[in-house]
């Protein structure tokens, strides 16, 4: 059974940092891609970061490039995102999801397309 399970959610200042973890289970295929897209009140969901298992380089929204790094750990099938320079527009529901044909630049662009989802975990950024 395919689940994805997030964790590192929480609340910080300004300026501050989290990590958030992605932990994928429950498929056998031999390409994926984790991604991590974000949906705060009253927005659509959008991508904030998707890296695959084949390939180092993950694509970033330009709102959060400079200050988030995707990272993998293809062992554990865990995708990391550590989040620095955090500001209040960064405050929302993340979300990890996993896919199993597109590019990590597609499915960051399209995240109906995805296969699946995770629970989510909330990031509020305020003082």
């Known amino acids: 059974q395919l689940r994805l399970v997030e964790s590192g959610g929480g609340l910080v200042q300004p300026g501050g940092s989290l990590r958030l973890s992605c932990a994928a289970s429950g498929f056998t295929e031999d390409y994926y891609a984790i991604g991590w897209f974000r949906q705060a009140p009253g927005k659509e969901r959008e991508g904030v970061s998707c890296i695959g298992n084949k390939d180092p380089r993950a694509y970033y929204a ?4 400079g200050r988030f790094t995707s990272s993998r750990d293809r062992a554990k099938n865990t995708v990391y995102l550590q989040m620095n320079s955090l500001k209040p527009e960064d405050t929302a529901v993340y979300y990890c999801a996993v896919d199993f044909s597109f590019t990590v630049q597609a499915m960051c662009a399209s995240p109906n397309s995805v296969d699946a989802w995770g629970q989510g975990t909330l990031v509020t950024v305020s003082s």
Do not use: F, I, R
């Open 62 to 65: 330009d709102s959060v490039k």
